[in-house]
C-alpha cells in the first residue's frame, strides 16, 4: 500500500522560510516523477513544482526564483524548499506521486502571515 507522509508545514512571517517535506512507502520512489500542488481557500488546486525521477525540476512562475524541489532517493522523500515566502502562498500544500495511479500525501498547512 501506497502512503505519501507529509510534514514541514507552518506559520511563517513574510520572507520567511519553510521546507515541506514527502516520505513515501509501499512503491519503488526513484523511478516516479514527485509533484508539489497547492490549494487555497476558495481556490482552486494549482500546480507548484515538479521534479523528475533523475532530478529535472519545472516550476509555477508564481514560485520560480523562490521555491526549489528535491528528492532523496535513498530515503524515498521528495522536498520543497520555500524561500522569500509571501502572504499570497498560503494555503495547504500537496504532495503527488505520478505512478500509474496518482498518489496524494494528506497535505500540510502553510500559513505566511505577520
Known amino acids: 500500500q501506497v502512503q505519501l507522509v507529509e510534514s514541514g508545514g507552518g506559520l511563517v512571517q513574510p520572507g520567511g522560510s519553510l521546507r515541506l517535506s514527502c516520505a513515501a512507502s509501499?512503491?519503488?520512489?526513484?523511478?516516479?516523477?514527485m509533484a508539489w500542488y497547492r490549494q487555497a481557500p476558495g481556490k482552486e488546486r494549482e500546480l507548484v513544482a515538479v521534479?523528475?525521477?533523475?532530478?529535472?525540476?519545472t516550476y509555477a512562475d508564481s514560485v520560480k526564483g523562490r521555491f526549489s524541489c528535491s528528492r532523496d532517493n535513498a530515503k524515498n522523500t521528495a522536498y520543497l524548499q520555500m524561500n522569500r515566502l509571501k502572504p499570497e502562498d498560503t494555503a495547504v500544500y500537496y504532495c503527488?506521486?505520478?505512478?500509474?495511479?496518482?498518489?496524494w500525501g494528506q497535505g500540510t498547512q502553510v500559513t505566511v502571515s505577520s
Open positions: 509501499g512503491t519503488i520512489f526513484s523511478i516516479y516523477t
Open positions: 503527488n506521486l505520478r505512478s500509474p495511479t496518482n498518489y
Open positions: 521534479i523528475t525521477s533523475i532530478g529535472t525540476t
